[in-house]
């Protein structure tokens, strides 16, 4: 079994950062692309942001580049989220995710092709 748990989430205002961290339990971290996402009340979930197994290879959404940073410490098997100049719309619970080992594909931004998620961290920006 695989557990994913994030933190770091909290209510800051517009123009604040946050830093997300997830730490995933098993073995073989550096081999598994780890991806965010987000879900706004009322919406469907979101790629925000992943990082590939191979090279730490990064993608992000349009919305977020230039102002997020994922990054990963295979040591610590744990992928963080660095969230600068937040905006409202920016709120939403966030979570991590585990894509498959070794992937070669390029559904990284869609949530099937991700195997293991964990429970979220909100995350809320006032204007």
């Known amino acids: 079994q695989v557990l994913l748990v994030e933190s770091g989430g909290g209510l800051v205002q517009a123009g604040g950062s946050l830093r997300l961290s997830c730490a995933a339990s098993?073995?073989?971290?550096?081999?598994?692309?780890m991806g965010w996402f987000r879900q706004a009340p009322g919406k469907e979930r979101e790629f925000v942001a992943v990082?590939?197994?191979?090279?730490?290879?990064?993608y992000y959404a349009d919305s977020v580049k230039g102002r997020f940073t994922i990054s990963r410490d295979n040591a610590k098997n744990t992928v963080y989220l660095q969230m600068n100049s937040l905006k409202p719309e920016d709120t939403a619970n966030y979570y991590c995710?585990?894509?498959?080992?070794?992937?070669?594909?390029?559904?990284?931004?869609?949530?099937?092709?991700?195997?293991?998620w964990g429970q979220g961290t909100q995350v809320t920006v006032s204007s």
């Open positions: 995710a585990r894509g498959p080992q070794f992937s070669s594909g390029s559904g990284w931004s869609d949530p099937l092709s991700y195997n293991y």
């Open positions: 098993g073995r073989s971290f550096s081999s598994y692309d």
């Open positions: 990082i590939r197994w191979s090279g730490a290879r990064t």
